[in-house]
């Protein structure tokens, strides 16, 4: 395979290209933020099962104290009935007046149990409203967090975006400026290599795996046509001579 040397300088600049977009590719995936919101959405995803929980049980005593409140109010209004007919005189049987009374009794110590049961139901649901309001509290500014990271993450990949659409234009006229069999090669180095197809032979060192060439090999590149396209012996990639080569 033969390509001009200026050609094959050419190629050296794709590469950096190349590794510049997976810069970009790798910063994009990396980022910070990236982790943040991980962790935030995990956080939050954790909370809305407490929530759900904490809301239920504030409905459900909030029921329970409605109906807690009608219980005390149905025997306060019964007890005022009894009391009121026990004022009024109109009972002349003492064994009613006997029953009246002890009714009235009764429903008393009933409505002590059920304002007792009443206060209780009011201090648990205190309680759960104020754990509720916690955990809420915790979500919102989890969320928060989370806002102020994803539009952190979308304004650095905006900006990562914008480099690699800026970089793959480069790279698209240098293309243009290859051998289609040089350029297959190129690409399928670049694969078998992380990212690294061809590289520069610089002061006897191939800069794609920093070996220092044999002096058989040296001798091999300088006996090699100037447009000879030439490989390094150690990792395979295409190895590009310049005026830095220490040939």
Do not use: F
Not at 44 to 68: F, Y
Not at 96 to 101: A, D, G, P, S, T
Not at 209 to 221: A, I, S
Request: negative net charge; aromatic residues 2%; proline residues 2%.
């Amino acid at each position: 395979m033969i390509a001009e040397p200026a050609v094959q300088l050419r190629l050296l600049d794709m590469q950096a290209l190349d590794a510049r977009l997976d810069q970009i590719a790798h910063k994009r995936r990396s980022l910070p933020q990236l982790a943040t919101i991980a962790e935030l959405d995990s956080r939050i995803a954790g909370l809305r099962d407490r929530i759900v929980a904490a809301e239920t049980e504030v409905d459900d005593l909030e029921r329970g104290l409605a109906k807690a409140e009608s219980d005390v109010e149905q025997v306060r209004a019964r007890a005022a009935k009894d009391q009121e007919l026990l004022d009024s005189g109109r009972l002349s049987s003492s064994k009613e007046l006997e029953n009246l009374q002890h009714e009235i009794a009764s429903l008393a110590r009933r409505q002590g149990d059920l304002e007792e049961s009443e206060l209780e139901v009011m201090e648990r649901l205190e309680d759960a409203r104020t754990s509720m309001t916690t955990i809420t509290t915790e979500r919102d500014g989890l969320r928060a967090r989370l806002d102020t990271a994803t539009a952190e993450r979308d304004a650095a990949w905006s900006d990562a975006d914008r480099d690699r659409e800026w970089v793959a234009g480069e790279r698209a006229k240098v293309v243009t400026e290859i051998p289609a069999d040089l350029l297959a090669l190129y690409e399928k180095l670049r694969l078998d290599h992380n990212g690294v197809g061809a590289a520069a032979l610089h002061q006897r060192r191939c800069e794609g795996c920093r070996m220092e060439l044999t002096p058989t090999d040296l001798n091999r590149l300088r006996d090699a046509a100037p447009d000879s396209v030439l490989r390094c012996e150690e990792c395979r990639r295409i190895l590009v001579r310049t005026p830095e080569s220490g040939l």
